[in-house]
């Protein structure tokens, strides 16, 4: 079973950065798409990014030109670079790793967006 750990959340004023971070264990093949969706206080949880295993990339429109998504070359970790945050980026953060059997979620990663 795969097991998904994120780290690199945080607070961070509004226009600052913060890089996410998500490695996947416990499988020898690489993840379909790996990808990141976030949940606010009294919203549904919502994609902000996903890459595939060629790299091809998606954003949600409220994230596009701010944070870029990328992957290792082992395609085992995925990276969320998330700049000119705002408040309302503000969530947890959680990654997702797709398989051909199953979709895996991690813990998720506290970001505060607050000046």
């Known amino acids: 079973q795969v097991q998904l750990v994120e780290s690199g959340g945080g607070l961070v004023q509004p226009g600052g950065s913060l890089r996410l971070s998500c490695a996947a264990s416990?499988?020898?093949?690489?993840?379909?798409?790996m990808g990141w969706h976030r949940q606010a206080p009294g919203k549904e949880r919502e994609l902000v990014a996903a890459?595939?295993?060629?790299?091809?990339?998606r954003y949600a429109d409220s994230v596009k030109g701010r944070f870029t998504i990328s992957r290792d070359s082992d395609k085992n970790t995925v990276y969320l670079q998330m700049n000119s945050l705002k408040s309302d980026d503000t969530a947890v953060y959680y990654c997702?790793?797709?398989?051909?059997?199953?979709?895996?979620w991690g813990q998720g990663t506290q970001v505060t967006v607050s000046s």
């Open positions: 416990g499988s020898i093949f690489s993840a379909n798409a």
């Open positions: 890459i595939s295993s060629s790299t091809s990339a």
């Open positions: 997702n790793a797709v398989y051909r059997w199953s979709t895996y």
